[in-house]
Structures are given as C-alpha cells and as structure tokens.
C-alpha cells in the first residue's frame, strides 16, 4: 500500500510504503492508512488548510458516489464497506474513492500519456487486466460505478484458459499474469513444445510475467510464443474497445508493458489490422508514462475531478 502526499500538479511530495496489512481487518487498515497519512503532514509540515483532501484507489467493485467498497478480491474484508466515511472520521478530511484503474485512468489523463485528450481509455495489464475510461473531461463509471471491467469480456469462448471468476476465455485469461502458469503447463503437454526452460519443476508462482519475458528476451521458443499470442488476444482486445468507446487513444499500463516493444509493436499490429478502415481518425495506442506512481497520483488527482 501506498500513501502520498501529492501536488496539485501531480508531482509526488513525499510517499511511503506498507506491506505488512495483509492480515489486518478492514479497521486496522484504515487505522493503519490514517496514521501514515498523518505521519506524511508532519514529515512535510504541510498545513491541513492547505490539503483537498485524500484520493483513495483500490482494487475491487467500487462505488464511487459514496465511497463503498463493494468487493474486494484481494482484501476479502472490505465487503460493502463505507471506506470513505470511516476515513473521513478519522482524518476529518473530505474522502473521494475509486477503483484503482480508474485512478490509473485519470492520471494518465491529467498528468501522463493521455494529457491534451478529452476522451481517452486507459487498459492495464498485471496481474490482472482492468480498465478506466475519461469521456469528454470525465471519468465514465456506469450505473453501479463499476463500469470498465474489460478483463472479464470474453474474447475466446472455445478456450481453455480459466479465469479468475469462474469462466473461460476472458481477456484477462489471455492476457494477464495470474494464467501465465496455466498457459504454460497447458502448452507444454502439446507435441512440439519448445522450451530452455525447466517449466515442469517450477511451482506456478515462480512462473510469472518477469520470468516470461526474460525467456521472450533471450529467444526461449515457448516464451516467444506465449507473448505474441498475448499480444494478439491483447489487441483483439483493445479493438472490441474501440468499437464500443471510440476514443482518441488508448494507454495501456501495467508490469506487462515491460516485455517491451516487439511485445507492443504486435498490439498495435493486431489492432490496427482488425480495425482497419472502420477506424476514421489516428488513434494511437500509448504506453502509460507514469508507471508504478501512476494509482496513487491518480487517487490524489480524483480530487480535481469536476463534479
Ligand atoms: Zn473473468
């Protein structure tokens, strides 16, 4: 968890990090973000006056208009939790919540790859794949405040490849971490697979997006192609998008971005294949410019948001 005190301008004043709340309650993580908040006002000496008040990203279901969080599948505690009023009780400061790729989403916006666009969607692929849409200045949340969650669209219906939730074939089976273990041991039982890498006495937790692209890097056949076929379910993707947004650019964030630009170049070359002539205006496709600062300079910036 990070906690940061942030600029209007979006430039990060002072942060830390925590990482010992995996087993605390909702409360005690909320007591425990209430005191590093405070610990950031007096470090910086910054007066309370002069403060907005606190941005709050986070995984999970979110309704933004009164800062409940709905589910949590990291933090199986915070279930229909009213997250911004127990932190405003103790910070005695206005709280604003959101989903943690809508806050990337803003920021990128304001501050990052999307800065001078009115209408820009923003897709991250880590762990998981999420995304947030700003249409005409604003953050677009639907109905339930919940809206932009890509990752579970289905874009294969004949897959394999089990999702987090349940299904199969969802854009976030294909392009995500968390199945990277599964994508693997599935393609190693095909004849002709073709690795350097011993896959087969690895546990599935040291098979991951760093591992991967390494082997990617290095020319590892097997990891060649697992990226690629990402890459290509990743610009099918980000082509449904397009055809239901229409926006004037795409960034994508996340710690996959990092597999690099031949990983990038296939997006865009998938992408711009499939749209071909029904795309009428350039839209680019970006790589997210604030990198792991991006959530929580967005949360802060949710406090700019018009409402
Ligand atoms: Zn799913």
New binding site residues.
Partial sequence: MVCALVSSDGKIIARNVFRDHRDLSADEIIAEVARHVNSLILETGVSTQDILGIGVGTCGHVHHADGMVITNSQFSDFRNYPLAEKLGELLKLPVVVDNDANAQAYAEYKFGSAQGFRNASFVTVSTGVGAGFVIDGKLFRGIGGTAGEI??TIINPFSTVR???G?YG?L??HTSGQTLPQIVRQKLLQPGTDTTIDFKNMEDYEINGELIGKGFEEGDPLCTEIVMENADYLGLGLYNLFQVIDPEVIVIGGGLTNWGDRYLDRIRKTFYRTAGRMLSHPLEIRVAALKENAAVIGAAALLLEPR
């Fill in positions: 990752g579970h999702c987090g939730c299904n969802c976030m089976a």
